[in-house]
């Protein structure tokens, strides 16, 4: 027998489940006016825009998921930091495409995508010609040319990094030999690094009364500085010559720099003092292939020493650096000296007892140009 309380009862759940079924309709509604829909990502909740894409979600979060990067083939060091492989996702336990669309309530996974290595290459390339400088005189020449080599290189496609080398073809080196000259009771004196104030002047002052020439070689933007010492230089009838404008190590210089440094100094010099050097010594007396042609393409000849009392250290003293160079010298001998680049005080103290015991000894000081092993033409 049913009762009316029973009736009521009946009727009160279909009114229940038609509340909630309109309240989640209203929901679905209301989000889907809003453009945001539920979905879970790695297992936490987010509200995202209708029909983003998987691409879309990962941009709006990169931290939560990360392309894989593009590794160096020689060592496999990072070399484009996510260019590998992309994220990968599942949505619902199946795989798709970051181009796939979510729909309310999928349940998105992701995870780091591979790193991968990049391609690789094979080359042809030169080996440069490698020099060899032979001998312990002071004049430089060219005994032999040399030539390039061949190799076969694998490299990165992105990162030119060598993974494997093969020599197809060695060089061989270019021989520069330094030769001495000998017989006839002559020496050089050559002051570098200059023009300096308040000491090129002193060393001319030096060398005009003791009746004696030097070769200075100059660096141009010394020059520029001080073109009034540079013109005196040659005035009173001594030599310049070129030292880089920068006073800078040529060797491994590429062409423009080596171009640049040598013909700036010879520029400079020519517009300051109407001369165009014929010598060219190379700072720190290091001088390979290339830096070799650049100095002959520039019409000069190289010259290095034989007498090095090392003038420029710091604590050199006037006697040291004369009795060095007094017990060096042989008929011949190229000596350096310093007259910029710091204090040369030592030097200045010391040159007039050099110029005094070597001419005792029946030395006489001539330009480089009077020297017996001094080339006599151009290469």
Avoid: C
């Avoid at 430089?140 to 093969?166: K, N, W």
């Avoid at 060393?203 to 660096?219: M, N, Q, S």
């Avoid at 040529?250 to 001369?275: F, Q, S």
């Avoid at 020493?305 to 710091?314: H, L």
């Amino acid at each position: 027998m049913t009762t009316e309380s029973d009736t009521h009862a009946v009727r009160i759940v279909p009114k229940a489940v038609w509340i909630t079924a309109a309240f989640v309709i209203f929901v679905f509604l209301a989000q889907a006016a809003l453009g945001r829909v539920p979905v879970k990502i790695d297992g936490h909740p987010r509200v995202v825009g209708v029909g983003d894409s998987i691409a879309e979600i990962v941009a709006e979060r990169p931290h939560d998921a990360h392309p894989g990067d593009l590794l160096a083939a020689s060592d496999r060091h990072v070399i484009v930091p996510g260019g590998g492989e992309e994220v990968r996702v599942r949505v619902n336990g199946r795989s798709v495409p970051l181009s796939a669309r979510v729909r309310p309530g999928d349940l998105v996974q992701t995870a780091r995508g591979a790193d991968t290595l990049e391609p690789t290459i094979e080359e042809t390339r030169a080996i440069a010609v490698p020099t060899e400088v032979v001998g312990t005189g002071a004049m430089v020449t060219m005994a032999a040319p040399g030539s390039a080599g061949i190799e076969r290189l694998v490299v990165g496609a992105v990162s030119g990094d060598v993974v494997a080398s093969e020599t197809v073809l060695p060089a061989t080196p270019m021989v520069l030999r330094r030769t001495n000259g000998g017989g006839k009771m002559v020496v050089a004196l050559t002051f570098d690094d200059g023009p300096w104030p308040n000491q090129t002047g002193k060393v001319l002052d030096i060398l005009k009364a003791e009746k004696a020439l030097a070769t200075f070689f100059t660096v141009g933007l010394r020059v520029k500085r001080e073109p009034e010492l540079a013109k005196r230089i040659v005035a009173e009838g001594n030599a310049i010559g070129n030292h880089t404008f920068h006073h800078m190590d040529l060797t491994g210089a590429k062409p423009d720099v080596l171009r640049r440094e040598i013909r700036g100094e010879n520029d400079m010099v020519r517009w300051v003092t109407g001369t165009t050097p014929k010598w060219f010594r190379p700072p720190m007396g290091r001088i390979d292939g290339p830096a070799y042609s650049a100095i002959k393409a520039a019409g000069l000849r190289p010259v290095l020493w034989t007498v090095d009392p090392q003038d420029w250290r710091k604590g050199a003293e006037a006697s040291h650096i004369a009795k060095s160079v007094i017990a060096a010298a042989k008929p011949g001998s190229v000596i350096l000296l310093h007259d910029g680049g710091g204090d040369r005080s030592q030097t200045i103290k010391a040159l007039p007892w050099i110029i005094h015991e070597l001419r005792k000894k029946g030395y006489e000081f001539v330009l480089l140009d009077d020297l017996p092993s001094a080339p006599k033409s151009r290469w």
